[in-house]
């Protein structure tokens, strides 16, 4: 069985940074793309940031110059370090991982969500 983990969100002012964590555990083998998403109050989730298993990364256009995602696969962990936060920044955020499993199966998962408020 496989369980993500998220950490790291919290209140935070205008002009501020956090730092999310999101570690996967249980039967895997290797970790493909990972992503995060945020669900905004009111809001469908979408895709803020993703990092392919070579590091390539790709950014929302909102977000861009201001937030980084990395990872550590010896770990199986990712990160985003989020810089000069926002109102608008304000949300649910999401981990989501393609896991290949040690019984040799593909699986899309997801974290249970660590909440965001930048507000002053």
């Known amino acids: 069985q496989v369980q993500l983990v998220e950490s790291g969100g919290g209140l935070v002012q205008p002009g501020g940074s956090l730092r999310l964590s999101c570690t996967a555990s249980?039967?895997?083998?290797?970790?493909?793309?990972m992503n995060w998403y945020r669900q905004a109050p009111g809001k469908e989730r979408d895709l803020v940031a993703q990092i392919t298993d070579g590091g390539r990364t790709n950014y929302v256009d909102s977000v861009k110059g201001r937030f980084t995602i990395s990872r550590d696969n010896a770990k199986t962990t990712m990160y985003l370090q989020m810089n000069s936060l926002k109102p608008e920044d304000t949300a649910v955020y999401y981990c989501n991982m393609i896991l290949v499993t040690r019984f040799g199966t593909f699986g899309n998962y997801w974290g249970q969500g660590t909440e965001v408020t930048v507000s002053s």
């Open positions: 249980g039967n895997i083998y290797s970790a493909r793309g």
